[in-house]
């Protein structure tokens, strides 16, 4: 496309070589850790039958809105295998992965999920607050596209600061139709701002289809628009992810501006963990599960002649993890009510009590 005098290619990835063997597991380990982590969080938001679906009261243990990525785990598993501690990453209210994908501590979010004190934000934050900036992970954020100029305004204070690492910034579709994305992504490109925006496609905004609601190509289309390289990628394939990814991060590293990751995928479940999604065709479900990550994933690797057994250890390791955590979440302590006044803006001369 040819946009203010500059060729602006949308690249499809397709792999040239197959991946090693040992990269494969690396990366069915942390997706199945990742649905793992969200199949349990599931059924304790909805006080499911395990020892740790309901609290003593009778109520479901997890607090709060519970919005879950499963199905769309090769996208964070596939992006976050090339970034550093010191490289910073915005997500979504459905950021579990992300987190995860970034080396954030398991137990420690299934607490948060929890409501408890030794959660990342001390059991106030719940799901869609997420943060732990040790591990260079900014925030999970409750409102649609608003982790996009906090992404750009963290990866213009690295550029200014020349300390160096990049920005990568998750959003969904629906994300596209608001007006941060826009901003977000023309401030990256007039600054030539080391940030990698990442867009989950995965069809669906809330309980809205989101193709109806895009004009014209979408994420892609909107990026070169602006005279920022896009890449379109096959989502639920962590191969090609991983790939895609790893040629725009080296791009962003080496100071050539933003570039933009779309990765059309699948959201299996519905908008929060207790929508059933009625609204939703059940073919089209049907059709999507066929293109599983994981069980591609599997796939491939039986397919070079791999062990099965191999991956079903990974498996039984993600579930004892997740189990294991569930316990210590269920444990832990409530916060002490004196938290209550703690982690809050200032109201002045104490004009409120």
């Not at 030539?192 to 809330?206: K, M, T």
């Not at 979408?218 to 989502?235: E, K, M, N, P, Y």
């Amino acid at each position: 496309m040819l946009q203010h005098g500059i060729f602006v290619p949308v690249k499809e990835i397709v792999l040239s070589t197959a991946p090693t063997q040992p990269l494969l597991l690396d990366l069915y380990r942390m997706m199945v850790r990742i649905r793992a982590f969200e199949a349990a969080a599931e059924e304790a938001s909805q006080g499911g039958v395990s020892a740790y679906g309901k609290s003593s009261d009778g109520k479901a243990n997890v607090k709060g809105p519970l919005h879950l990525s499963t199905g769309q785990e090769a996208v964070p598993t596939g992006v976050c295998a090339h970034l550093h501690t010191t490289d910073f990453l915005t997500s979504t209210h459905r950021g579990h992965g992300h987190t995860l994908a970034k080396g954030a501590d398991l137990t420690r979010m299934m607490c948060e999920l929890f409501g408890k004190a030794t959660g990342f934000n001390g059991g106030k934050g719940g799901s869609m607050h997420i943060a732990d900036f040790s591990v260079g992970m900014l925030g999970a954020n409750g409102v649609v596209a608003a982790g996009l100029p906090i992404a750009t305004g963290a990866a213009h204070a690295q550029k200014v600061k020349g300390q160096g690492g990049i920005t990568v910034c998750f959003f969904g579709d629906g994300a596209i139709n608001r007006g941060p994305f826009l901003e977000a992504l023309n401030w990256a490109k007039v600054y030539g701002l080391p940030v990698l925006f990442v867009c989950e496609d995965n069809r669906w905004s809330a309980t809205t289809a989101s193709a109806p609601m895009i004009a014209g190509e979408g994420a892609s289309a909107r990026a070169q628009s602006l005279g920022i390289a896009a890449t379109r990628v096959d989502g639920n394939d962590v191969e090609a992810v991983h790939a895609a990814a790893g040629e725009l991060v080296a791009s962003v590293r080496a100071g050539q501006g933003p570039r933009l990751l779309h990765a059309i995928t699948y959201r299996v479940k519905g908008h929060v963990s207790v929508d059933l999604a009625a609204y939703r065709d059940p073919a089209e479900l049907a059709a999507a599960l066929l293109t599983d990550p994981i069980a591609r994933a599997r796939q491939c690797h039986e397919a070079r002649h791999g062990d099965l057994s191999v991956l079903d250890a990974i498996d039984l390791a993600a579930h004892a993890e997740v189990q294991a955590a569930l316990a210590t979440a269920a444990a832990a302590p409530w916060p002490d009510t004196s938290a209550a006044y703690t982690d809050i803006q200032t109201t002045g001369a104490g004009q409120w009590f």
